[in-house]
Structure formats: structure tokens, C-alpha cells
């Protein structure tokens, strides 16, 4: 069994380059790379076929681009409003159309409303979390939520994440949801973030950084925009992650 015991938020930062020669990844509880399973008999791997090429429009209900409220007209999650925008693209630039974007993130605390999270801070009962949104015809989508914070990750230290959002993308012709995260512009914490900087390349971990898009009027009143572009293949792909 997990321990139960709260996480609290920690004293100073260490900084992860004590742990450069060593595979950081590996050390992060909670940011599993691999896992092995040993079936009781031999098994068949089920064949993979592509998901697309459409989706199902009732995937996507209304106010489902909404993270900071349950349903249209609820309550909403106190924060800083933000609006996500972007756009899914293909290794030529092309955009892609139908494509299923997820995306989650923590509270304006750093709170996640999840059993797992043992963090020691606030949940909000207004914030949602969680949207879903096809991608448009130009391969646009976009989102309505509040500015995330960060949190204490219970591996080494307890050292903080910075401020992030998660995202899960299925298109036509993928074979595997594919897992990323984007960050802000500006944190401090992004310099020292080891998930972050386990990309080596420096061109394509800047792809990870969102682009500040100034503001603009929403219902929740004036919000901060940024815009993130996820390309799934080619020299521009953005870096994506193994499932946990």
C-alpha cells in the first residue's frame, strides 16, 4: 500500500544535477518508464490497427473545452482564467483534422482531485481538470481553464514541478495515444526540472515551452492566452512520452 501520509510542500529547491550521472527518470516515483508483466501463460499480443479516420462526435459533450467548470453555467474554479489554443500538425505542416486532444492539469494550488495525490493543499470543488476537444478543420483546438501551479513531486527531495498541463493525442494513422506535456513561459522551475530537461535537445524541448499570446475577454473575464502547436512526426515532431 502507498503511504497516506500528505506531502508538504518542501523548504529549498535542490537542484536535479546531482543526479546527472544517473538515469534521472528512473529515480522519479510516480514517472514509471517501463513495466514488466509475467503472465501466468503465454499470451497473444491483441494486433494494433489505426484508430481513425474519424471519431465519434459524441466523444465530445458540451462544455467538455472547459476545464474550470463541471458543466456549462456551473460554478467556476477560482484562478487566474487562461485560454489554450493551438493547433495538431503533420510532418509536412499540414493541419489534422478529427484529432482527439486531452487535456489535464493541477488546481490553482498545484492540487490534482485525484486518491493518488497526497499533496497537503487545497482541492477545489468548481475545478474540473480535464477536456476534450477535436481538432477543427485547420487542426485548431482550444480550451477555457485557470493558470496551474506547481507541486512537490515525491521523489528525490520532494523537488517542485513547475506549472504544466498534460496532454493526450489519438489522430488517424497513430497507433498509440501519444503523451506530452506543455510548459509556461517564464518559470523559474523549467531551468530545473529534470522531466523537462531529460530532452537533450535543446530545439526540441523549447517546443515544450507554450508562447505567450497576451490576453483577451472571456466569460470568466480577461484571461491570459498561449498557444502550443503539437507536431506528430517528422525533424519538428514534438517530444512525446512513454505511458506510465
Request: negative net charge; aromatic residues 8%; hydrophobic residues 40%.
Amino acid at each position: 500500500m502507498s503511504d497516506p501520509t500528505p506531502i508538504a510542500a518542501p523548504g529549498p529547491i535542490p537542484h536535479p544535477v546531482v543526479h546527472v550521472d544517473r538515469k534521472r527518470l528512473d529515480l522519479i516515483k510516480g514517472y514509471v518508464l517501463h513495466e514488466q508483466r509475467t503472465p501466468g501463460r503465454p499470451l497473444i499480443v491483441t494486433p494494433t490497427q489505426t484508430i481513425g479516420p474519424f471519431h465519434p462526435r459524441a466523444l465530445i459533450r458540451p462544455g467538455d473545452e472547459d476545464l474550470a467548470a463541471w458543466e456549462p453555467g456551473a460554478p467556476r474554479a477560482e484562478g487566474e482564467p487562461m485560454v489554450l489554443c493551438g493547433r495538431v500538425l503533420d510532418v509536412a505542416g499540414r493541419p489534422v483534422p478529427g484529432a482527439l486532444v486531452e487535456v489535464w492539469h493541477a488546481n490553482r494550488h498545484g492540487k490534482y482531485d485525484h486518491p493518488a495525490d497526497r499533496y497537503d493543499a487545497p482541492v477545489d470543488p468548481a475545478f474540473k481538470g480535464f477536456g476534450r476537444a477535436l481538432t477543427d478543420a485547420q487542426g485548431g483546438w482550444r480550451f477555457l481553464s485557470i493558470r496551474p501551479q506547481g507541486y512537490p513531486n515525491p521523489g528525490y527531495d520532494n523537488w517542485m514541478r513547475p506549472p504544466h498541463v498534460h496532454f493526450s493525442v489519438y489522430a488517424a494513422g497513430v497507433m498509440h495515444r501519444l503523451i506530452t506535456q506543455m510548459y509556461f513561459p517564464g518559470e523559474a522551475l523549467n531551468d530545473i526540472d529534470p522531466i523537462l530537461n531529460s530532452i537533450e535537445d535543446l530545439a526540441a524541448r523549447a517546443t515544450l515551452i507554450a508562447r505567450d499570446a497576451g490576453h483577451e475577454d472571456t466569460a470568466s473575464g480577461r484571461a491570459c492566452v498561449f498557444e502550443f502547436d503539437i507536431v506528430l512526426r517528422g525533424e519538428l515532431e514534438t517530444p512525446f512520452q512513454l505511458e506510465a
